[in-house]
Nanobody
Framework: QVQLVESGGGLVQAGGSLRLSCAAS???????????MGWYRQAPGSQREMVAA???????NYADSVKGRFTISRDNAKNTVSLQMNSLKPEDTAVYYC?????????WGQGTQVTVSS
């Protein structure tokens, strides 16, 4: 069974930076390489939304609200995906979740809290 473990969340002042990491285990390296990996977030009272995604071919997609500030990357040798978050804003405050998608399967991590103070 695939397990995703996020790390790197915390409290940061507006304008600061954080780097989130997600470590995937339980599947073969070839499945990870072919998977689309994504970061999603959910603020209190809001629906979960896609923040950034990266395909197996390393094509990326970003929510308009984070373009130019966030960068998603993956390391297929380590089965990890990261999200570099710069110029953070209070509205970026949310629980951030890692997601792995392969064919018709999807797996989620448990989430990591990011809080940006003004």
């Amino acid at each position: 069974q695939v397990q995703l473990v996020e790390s790197g969340g915390g409290l940061v002042q507006a304008g600061g930076s954080l780097r989130l990491s997600c470590a995937a285990s339980g599947s073969s390296g070839s499945i990870f390489r072919l998977s689309t990996m994504g970061w999603y977030r959910q603020a209190p009272g809001s629906q979960r939304e896609m923040v950034a995604a990266i395909t197996g071919g390393s094509s990326t997609n970003y929510a308009d609200s984070v373009k130019g500030r966030f960068t998603i990357s993956r390391d297929n040798a380590k089965n990890t995906v990261s999200l570099q978050m710069n110029s953070l804003k209070p509205e970026d405050t949310a629980v951030y979740y890692c997601k792995q998608e392969f064919l018709r399967n999807a797996w989620w991590g448990q989430g990591t809290q990011v809080t940006v103070s003004s």
